[in-house]
């Protein structure tokens, strides 16, 4: 059995973390499937998938601070192309996907955990997140 | 079909990665399911999933060190709650999972590859590794 | 259901990613289902799968570039073995697998996403890639 959903979020800034977990969970609640594997699978090539703390705000800019040190802006070939290669970088590093056991209709995270999207390349109006269930 | 089965595994030093493949071999062989792919989930925020070589013991080593390069103790803003803000940028970077074939009851991993787990905020009496086999 | 292929790739330097979603969707197109998730894994310890951006051809050395700076060839304790430590380390960094939606036949990506096999220690005649669909 297959269940997909996409779900589309705005983003406010150059770079962020989105905490999108809630909106898996609904997406999980409105399909029939109770017990699987939840695919979460972003189809932008500036943007990513993180599942880290978001008790704590200051974890995002820890993150965000260390990925940009690995990739500092204005620093790449492709900036001579549209000025964000240092984007394409940290998403190629971070990864589009990541595939959560859920049960009980909710993903199985741990206490500390939460699915964040990844903006590398903000502000934008629309980034996809395709959910897939698999039983 | 589902298979779902959850490993404990402690951890005796602060960072750290344990080779967990033979355990997650035995699990697949006590599920009827032979053929599929088998997804391994770690639900802690400082912590992860990484597939290499624990032939020689130094990749160990070698792959700890460059994360401690990339995210050294003691220079996160998350440091002020709780002192482990480095252990939160490598488990996000890391990542929470894999999801690796498996065929005739075992993982297709390749000769120089092993499973394992990363700790980083270690030591930590009980850490859960939860395996689903999907087909 | 599961659908099961064998990909074989060579590799011509000893750093390199190579595109191979065409050969994704062929294996896809080949089976008989037609949406669910389909596994890409690479049972080498030595090279990886990324997704990310192939029109601009430099932003694949912009990867290579920052992967090179984070692990650099010739600094490691498994050099002694083999002197190939720097490629295990990007190898446990990007990780062996991506797990990608697919329908009508086809991988969901996004219009600047290509799946490429990442080359840390080629050049290799025989790269595997291990793609399976589950429904």
Known sequence: ????????????????????????NSAIRESTIKSGVCNIYVPHAT???????NDDPNIIHDVLGVLRKLAPKGSFLHDKIDGNGDAHVKSAIVGPSES????????????????????????????????TLID
């Open 1 to 24: 059995m297959l269940f997909r959903k996409e779900l589309i979020f705005s983003t406010n800034c150059r770079e962020d973390l989105i905490d999108i977990t809630s909106e898996i």
């Open 47 to 53: 943007s990513g998938v993180i599942v880290n703390e």
């Open 100 to 131: 959560i056991p859920f049960e009980n209709s909710r993903l199985l995270l741990g206490t500390w955990q939460s699915v964040m999207l990844c903006e590398f390349d903000g502000p934008k109006q629309s980034r996809k997140v395709i959910i």
